[in-house]
């Protein structure tokens, strides 16, 4: 067994010894069963149902009087907004010792998934609510979406000052260890807008790309015997010297050959895109976008001028206009 | 004399996986599949395999499928570039291995799960790192990214020169599916094609519909070349290799040789020709029955050009009444092609290649003796001429 498997399973094993285990004592609602917290929690949920609030319509209904909603149950026993600070709750909860437990182990992520409720009967003013709450399990280990962790299920058990059954329920939370905390602080503050995909930049290129950026394009020319050449290469091809310039394009051309891409979708560009392939008057072609001009009305040979613009918000390209534009 | 490869090699056994949208399994599992298939074929066993020839996009290592199939040694191994264009170079390789004993039995293979794993129609991103992506940076940008993309610019030119017209490219959609539909291997088995149907198939990169491009496949294909010697004691008809032959031509690039004079023109695929007639001593009007590379329904048209069955600009009319058909003057891509039964980079044109000349293909022609197999254009391609073994 490896360290890693050595550790998980005596974490694991420490987590079973919580199973079964009361969270602490018995827990009693800090205030009966009351007319004026049925109002407000009726006020707040919208609930119009007169045997909540009116004793005559209660009485017609065939109860005894007043009765409180049923899932209000938990409601009677939580600790209100004392509740965020731990040091407040009791001090012997197995629940917080067992959620600290995971907490050290790099479980810290904490999200309630479902509880379930049932309710044995209407619940009537005067009546304390007592709960007494049990560990029921804790799962093997789950890789979720949230990241890898573990379920605890809960089971408090309701009963009035009397002992009579009210109800019970189940809650269950995940204890996970956050999957990716960076990533998705990252994604919000990403932009909305993903860019187009950029050309790498290396020595024969680069030059190339930073006349764009500065608004020029630039066509490679050797320095030995003039040739013009697109896409750069290091060595020309016609003389083989590696000495080289270039020259600024004047962007006058004509259309060579062209698509429009409709599918598939491109996460950064707008479909349809118009693609053209332009003979430049210095007698290169180049490849770009063309601006402009409706799909339908590209034709094969028609003048087009470039300019260079904005792309999107992080780099510029060479586009061409139809000429006359 | 000169050297030729001419009559030096011969495919003995072809396998290929079956071909799906999702395999489920790897591409090494897929390549052991084919690999192995095609050495039952053969009648041989794993430990007759001494040579391995591959692309070098295929993600399954030499070493690893030899460990897979327990083959024991391998004394020659080579990869090659570009794409499809490889389809034929994977069986230049072999032959000309087995040709200077370099080894005796070489396997060439091809497996990827191209359609649940990486898609070629996704096309080239930021992501990719190769020597040549300096090369896809100038088109990148502004969205030339797909095979469709690329190939749409030339084919645009072509139909602009030639009068060529998207329904011409529908019919080489039209013969090749109905090849297809007898096949039970194909992906459009049973499900014809009409030239409506093309018409109105939605654009993908103008002037390319959905119906011009091919499938994209999981599966594997694979073959086993040995000597004309050892072949004529083995338990399959040979399928010789007449002449066979790789080219790449001035200012090629990968998909884009954009500037060129003439960019809807493939002179790799004319200095390939060149070589496959020479060595082989054939010529066009030999040819029986073919197997051309159809990525794109364009291209077919382009390679029946610079194979010379036609004049240059003259393959619209050449199609037309039927010509691609069995019955036809050339029965092409008998199996439904990559358009039609799946895209195996023209692994699975090389064993429909080779099941023409053993008279065992599902939509067999008359005429079986002289083959053309083709490769993947636009890039540094590859072709042979296949016949019957003596």
Known sequence: MSKVEERKSEFEAKLKTYVGLPDGPVTVGRDPVNETMIRHWCEAMGDTNPVYVDAAAALAHGFEGLVAPPTMLQAWILPGYEMHDRSTMQSENKQLELHSLFDAEGYTGVVATNTEQEYTRYLRPGEEVHAETHIESISEQKTTGLGVGYFIVTRTLFTNQEGDDLGWMTFRVLKFRPSQPAAAADAEAAPAKPSRIKSPRGFDNAWWWEGIDEGRLLIQACNDCGALRHPPRPVCGACHSSEWGSIEASGRGTVHSYTVLYHPPIPGYDLPLPVALVDLEEGTRVVANLKGVPPDEIEIGMPVQCRVEDADETMKLPFFHPAAD | ?390
């Open chain 2, 1 to 390: 004399m000169e050297r030729s490869l001419h009559n030096q090699a011969v495919i003995v056994g072809i396998g290929q996986t079956e071909f799906t949208k999702n395999s489920g399994r790897s591409e090494l599992a897929l390549a052991a599949e084919c690999v192995k298939n095609a050495i039952d074929d053969a009648g041989l066993s794993p430990a007759d395999i001494d040579g391995m020839s591959a692309f070098t996009l295929d993600n399954t290592d030499e070493i690893e499928l030899a460990r897979t199939l327990g083959i024991p040694q391998l004394t020659f191994w080579g990869r090659i570039p570009y794409g499809g264009g490889a389809a034929v170079g994977i069986v230049h390789q072999a032959a000309m291995a087995v040709a200077t004993g370099a080894a005796k039995y070489v396997v060439g293979y091809r497996a990827l799960n191209g359609r649940s794993g990486q898609r070629y129609s996704m096309g080239v991103s930021g992501d990719i790192v190769t020597s040549d992506l300096v090369h896809w940076g100038y088109y990148m940008p502004s969205g030339l990214l797909t095979p469709a993309s690329w190939v749409a610019m030339f084919t645009q030119r072509y139909l602009y020169e030639t009068g060529c017209t998207s329904e011409d490219l529908g019919r080489v959609a039209v013969a090749t599916r109905k090849h297809a539909v007898n096949n039970p291997n194909a992906f459009y088995h049973g499900r014809e094609l009409t030239l409506e149907d093309h018409q109105s198939s939605r654009m993908i990169a103008d002037p390319l519909r959905l119906y011009d491009c091919c499938q994209e496949t999981d599966g594997g294909c694979a073959f086993v070349v040995t000597t004309p010697e050892r072949a004529r004691d083995m338990q399959q008809p040979g399928a010789v290799i007449r002449g066979i032959a790789q080219g790449s031509t001035d200012d090629q690039e990968q998909m884009t040789s954009f500037y060129r004079d003439r960019i809807a023109t493939l002179p790799e695929m004319d200095l390939v020709a060149k070589q496959v007639y020479a060595m082989s001593g054939l010529g066009p009007e030999d040819v029986e029955a073919a197997v051309i590379y159809d990525a794109f329904t364009s291209i077919v048209l382009f390679q029946l050009e610079a194979f010379g069955f036609c004049k240059p600009g003259e393959a619209k009319d050449f199609i037309k009444d039927g010509a691609l058909e069995v019955g036809g003057r050339l029965p092409s891509n008998t199996h439904g092609g990559q358009l039609s039964e799946a895209y195996i980079h023209g692994i699975n044109g090389v064993n429909e290649g080779v099941r023409l000349v053993r008279g065992t293909s599902v939509n067999q022609p008359e005429k079986n003796d002289c083959v053309l197999v083709t490769a993947g254009v636009g890039v540094p391609t590859s072709a042979m001429i296949l016949g019957k073994l003596d």
